[in-house]
Each structure stands twice: as C-alpha cells, then as structure tokens.
C-alpha cells in the first residue's frame, strides 16, 4: 500500500510537535535534493503545503505563511533520478519493502526519482518565512528557524556549497 511520506516520519520528529496531526496531503514544494555518499543518504529540502495553526511567537510575528524542513533518507540504494530545475511542486510517497526498508517515489512535471531507504525518516532545519510571490526566488529570504542551534547560526537557508547546514541534519 503506498503512503505519503508522513507516515515514514520519526515519532520523535519536533515537526510532529509543531503540526500535532498531519494534513494526508504528499504534495510539497521541492527546494533542493542532495545525494550524500555517507550512508549513502539523499536530503531534501521542501516547503510543506500546510500552515500549521500553532506556531512559534517569532514565527507569527514575522508574519511567516510557510514551513520549510530538511527530510533525510538514510542507507539509500537503487537510486534512479530525473531532475529538472527546482524548485518544483513533487508528490513524495512510499510504501514498506518489510520491518525497516521502504520504497520511496518523488514524482512532478519532468521529476522522477526512486529509491529504497531505511522506512523511518528525519526532519531537520525546520524554518518558516513569508513567501513573497509564489515561485519567487529563496535565496537571501529570512527564516526563522525553530532549533537552537540553526536559529543562532543563519537568518536565511546558506549556499548550497555550506556543509555545516546541507550536509547533516
């Protein structure tokens, strides 16, 4: 039976804090996707489809409509990808391969990557921003990031090339 990816989420996930329960809903806008040979581990960065209802005080403040998160696929094989330029509105499902493996699609316009990972996924560098004009470019946006650590570190997602924030969650 195929999934969306939120049920793959770790339980322990603090964007499951944030969300409490889920929209059903798989479609999100994909920002960026990074193959790491560690692991090997596939990171992608996406903004979710759904605002939640309770957020941070900074967070409303700012005037923030969109949460973005770094999901990462651990022990990744069989990776089969066709990519266009993103970011790009994607479909992200899966379905269990047995108690720990799972088969994962990303499927858009022009997009399509499959591959099988650890069935248990993490979110990391959870942020919101006000998106200006849908589509518009990301780069040098504000985000106010929800941990500690990311939150004293950057004000907007670094360059692409910055390890410290693209290479692990």
């Known amino acids: 039976m195929i999934h969306p990816w939120v049920k793959f989420l770790d339980p322990n996930s603090r964007l499951r804090d944030l969300y409490g329960k889920f929209p ?56 089969r990808v066709s990519l266009p330029q993103l970011p790009r509105q994607v479909e992200i499902s899966g379905y269990h391969l047995g108690e720990q493996l799972a088969a994962f699609r990303v499927s858009g316009q022009d997009l399509d990557v499959r591959f099988r990972a650890f069935g248990r996924l993490r979110a990391g560098h959870v942020s919101a921003y006000r998106r200006q004009i849908p589509g518009d470019a990301e780069e040098g946006r504000r985000h106010y990031f929800l941990g500690a650590v990311d939150s004293k570190l950057y004000q907007t997602v670094p360059d692409p090339w910055n ?7």
């Open 163 to 169: 390890e410290a924030f693209h290479g692990k969650l």
């Open 24 to 79: 059903e809903r798989s479609e999100v806008q994909l920002q960026s996707l990074c193959l790491r040979p560690a692991g090997p581990t596939i990171l992608m960065r996406l903004d979710l489809p759904v605002f939640p209802e309770k957020v941070p005080a900074a967070w409303a403040l700012a005037g923030c409509d969109t949460v973005q998160v770094t999901l990462e696929f651990l022990a990744a094989d069989e990776v």
